[in-house]
């Protein structure tokens, strides 16, 4: 009787480990990249007015894989000038059902070539094929359908009063998501009649300028929307520009706070999307083996780069041995390769650069003590990766538990009572989401109420929906994208 | 060392988790993203008919038909060399004696139904002989199914002393326990019928008797394999999951061995622990390794409709 176990004792599992999965890749021969993109200004490609250029490659295999223009202030200047040009000429006087129209030319064009995108998004930025096919682009289309359908019907949205563009908006990406993020920049501020100058994230260009050929394809009149590509000196070069009236960022706390003090003495109207930390909670009555799911889904999407990235998880202590156990069996089964298998669940890190930073973190939580686990997945030689990792016994203060890592790093935390893990969700800088899980409604609602975050998913995480605001609170920005409440950044009256 | 399934019903029996069935449905979603190409299809093919129950379960079933399915059972395609058995063959009672003697000296297993199939409503001591007469006549598993009923009623302690009474009447038998979820309503009912079942003494647990519709489908095979890991993280103690009914073709097959192969993992991707209740499957399977080898589809005429 000497090894009798302990009742709480939990036998492991060998998930995932009795059928390996033949190489399934997409094809990348369907994506049609050209070697060199220009800015698209006024309606045409026209060469970057400094003569520069910068590759992008691959984080997959970091092969080069074009290179794109870099614009410089008198490109900026050129855009600012041909958008308010368009705007002035076509499209504030334009009718707005005659506008919806050329915005649901652009949604069916983009799905006419959603294959095509989907695998431009996968080689440019690294997330797995399946992701870019089943939501990215999707979604992506979904945005332009469901804001064509406002153009002529703002006078709704906003009772009793008369709704007008702004102007000339400035729209600058991130490159964790960058389709979807310029289609919820751009369907909205065409709807309401504005028109755009965007600028992409430098490591993710590529689908921005296959949207720029669509919009081309669309016939949309010259100048309505321009893309400039480059780095932040880009940024901050359209930022600056007097001729904006109005900036839609989507990026780091850190750049969105510059922009905030470059517009502090104009009248530049200002909305932000910032980071996040958001905390993903587990009550002991949840549905534990989807709360499991949910917490994958939270953290490890798109590599964890994704500014509502549940990377804190609070899990109630009466469950959270049987919790950690299912959750790292669940990952174990995790798939971690080139993005262009479609078995693939974890793909490349977007940049040798971010990849540093998750390192950094996964270090720093090592030497802070918290216990360390990840999946044991080969990596591939070439490349940036990252396993899907998790540290246990992360603490309040820990900086595992209140930095933003942008990467596949989980902390978990416990808790004990309902008010304890609201003040402790509720301490972080950010605001940007959170998670509930519980079968008791009530409990939702509370919660819900007393979050302080932009979006409170209950029994889900990660979900989105064109219809569906989204946006933050405290440094995570201000301003909602998506849904009627999108419509309102674009509008004066 | 088998436990002794405890004698006494408790109401513990039933505590389990909450179940979502939206986050239920997103999962078993992703199972069928799955891409399965190549060796691993192969692999998985071959697997599929070495875990099929080759079924007959009708009421002009005969001797003749019996005969006919036990030498499918054995000879799936004889054209391609080295292909498995299946694992076993389920009849009703009165053709196991059929079954036993056609599949003589095979490792294929004969299954039966029992205890008032399909719909349970008699009374335990027909259920009982039902079981023994089975058992006597060579069955090596036995396919029982729950009082639907009574469960619906929340009579659970007479459900759970109906398994545990037919478990002690199967002697060596193996016990599949059916729940048929498509009576049950909820995935709820569905985890807990399982717990009930698992408690009372099941070897496996069965979703269905392919006469009720919806059959097996996805979300609750799931549940139903989240119930059997969360008994082996408690016990370590394994149990059997046969999904039954609406599962006629490979590529569904292969959906289920993932959710399978990720749910459970290795220990679980054998005959022995899990297992297709099908008719029409085989044949499906047997098309695509015909594909696979030859690089095109074969006309369904070339393989025997048994």
């Known amino acids: 009787m000497a090894t009798k176990k302990t009742k709480s004792s939990i036998r492991p599992l060998r998930p995932g480990s009795g059928w390996t999965y033949a190489p399934a890749p997409e094809s990348a021969a369907i994506a049609r990249i050209d070697e060199q993109y220009e800015l698209f200004i006024d309606g045409k490609w026209q060469k970057p007015s400094g003569g520069s250029y910068f590759d992008s490659i691959n984080p997959a295999n970091e092969k080069k894989l074009y290179r794109a223009a870099l614009a410089n202030e008198k490109d900026v200047e050129k855009a600012v000038t041909a958008a308010r040009k368009a705007f002035d000429k076509y499209w504030k006087k334009m009718p707005p059902a005659e506008r919806g129209k050329y915005i649901f030319r652009v949604a069916r064009l983009m799905q006419e070539q959603a294959r095509e995108l989907s695998i431009m998004e996968t080689l440019d930025g690294g997330k797995p094929i399946r992701e870019s096919r089943d939501f990215d682009v999707p979604m992506a289309c979904n945005h332009f359908f469901y804001y064509a359908g406002w153009a002529d019907k703002l006078e709704y949205a906003f009772p009793n009063r008369t709704p007008k563009p702004i102007g000339v908006a400035a729209q600058i990406t991130p490159w964790n998501f960058p389709l979807l993020m310029a289609a919820w920049k751009i369907a909205p501020a065409l709807a309401t009649g504005n028109t755009i100058v965007l600028k992409p994230a430098e490591t993710t260009s590529l689908t921005t300028l296959k949207l720029a050929s669509i919009i081309q394809e669309a016939d949309l009149p010259p100048g309505v929307v321009n893309i400039i590509t480059g780095a932040g000196n880009t940024g901050a070069a359209l930022v600056r520009h007097p001729g904006i009236n109005k900036i839609a960022f989507t990026g780091s706390t850190a750049v969105g706070k510059l922009i905030q003090q470059e517009t502090a003495s104009s009248n530049k109207k200002l909305t932000l999307e910032l980071g996040g930390k958001a905390a993903n909670i587990i009550f002991s009555d949840a549905p534990i083996d989807q709360a499991v799911e949910g917490v994958v889904n939270g953290i490890f999407f798109n590599q964890g780069h994704v500014c509502c990235a549940g990377s804190r998880v609070y899990v109630q202590e009466s469950i959270a041995p049987i919790f950690l156990q299912k959750l790292k069996d669940r990952m174990a089964t995790l798939l971690v390769g080139d993005p262009m298998d479609k078995n693939t669940d974890i793909g490349a890190i977007n940049s040798a650069e971010q990849l540093e930073k998750i390192n950094y973190y996964i270090r720093l939580g090592k030497k802070e003590g918290s216990l360390h686990y990840e999946n044991t997945a080969t990596l591939p030689k070439k490349g940036f990766y990252c396993r899907p990792t998790l540290f246990t016994k992360v603490a309040q203060s820990s900086r595992l538990a209140q930095e933003e890592i942008f990467g596949p790093v989980l902390a978990i935390l416990t808790f004990r009572t309902e008010d304890e893990v609201i003040e402790k969700a509720n301490n972080t800088p950010y605001g940007l989401s959170a998670g509930v899980w519980t079968d008791k409604g009530s409990r939702i609602f509370n919660m819900s109420k007393r979050l302080k975050a932009g979006v409170v998913w209950a029994n889900s995480y990660n979900l989105f929906d064109p219809t569906s605001p989204f946006g933050g609170y405290k440094e995570s920005g201000y301003g909602r994208e998506g849904g009627l409440h999108g419509l309102s950044p674009y509008v004066t009256f | ?306």
Not at chain 2, 195 to 209: P, R
């Open chain 2, 1 to 306: 060392m088998k436990k002794i399934p405890p004698a006494v019903f408790k109401p513990s029996m039933l505590a389990g988790p909450a179940i979502d069935q939206t986050g239920v449905e997103e999962r078993t979603a992703r199972f069928t993203k799955r891409s399965i190409k190549a060796a691993s299809k192969m692999q998985g093919l071959l697997l599929t008919l070495r875990m099929i129950d080759l079924t007959t379960l009708e009421g002009k079933d005969s001797v003749g038909k019996v005969e006919q399915l036990c030498y499918k059972a054995l000879h799936l395609h004889d054209a391609f060399e080295g292909l498995p058995t299946v694992a076993a063959i389920c009849v009703y009672p009165s053709h196991v004696r059929t079954a036993k003697k056609a599949l003589q000296g095979s490792s294929v297993k004969v299954a039966s139904v029992a205890t008032a199939f399909p719909s349970g409503q008699s009374h335990l001591s027909i259920k009982l002989a039902d079981t023994r007469f089975a058992v006597e006549e060579g069955a090596d598993e036995i396919d029982m199914v729950i009082s639907r009923g009574k469960f619906l009623e929340g009579e659970f302690a007479y459900v759970f002393d109906e398994i545990a009474s037919v478990k002690a009447a199967c002697g060596a038998a193996r016990l599949k326990v059916i729940l048929e979820t498509g009576e049950l309503g909820s995935l709820d009912d569905v985890r807990k019928a399982s717990q009930l079942a698992i408690a009372a003494g099941a070897d496996f647990i069965k979703t269905s008797t392919g006469k009720i519709q919806p059959a097996a489908t996805l979300p609750v095979t799931l549940v139903m394999l989240e119930t059997i890991r969360d008994h082996y993280y408690k016990t370590g103690t394994m149990i059997g999951m046969k999904p039954a009914g609406g599962i006629s073709t490979s590529k569904l097959a292969l959906h289920y061995l993932v959710m399978l192969n990720e749910t459970l993992g290795a220990d679980w991707m054998d005959p022995h622990w899990f297992r297709f209740g099908a008719s029409s499957l085989a044949n499906n399977v047997l098309m695509q390794i015909a594909k696979e080898r030859e690089g095109c589809y074969q006309s369904a005429n070339y393989f025997s409709v048994d």
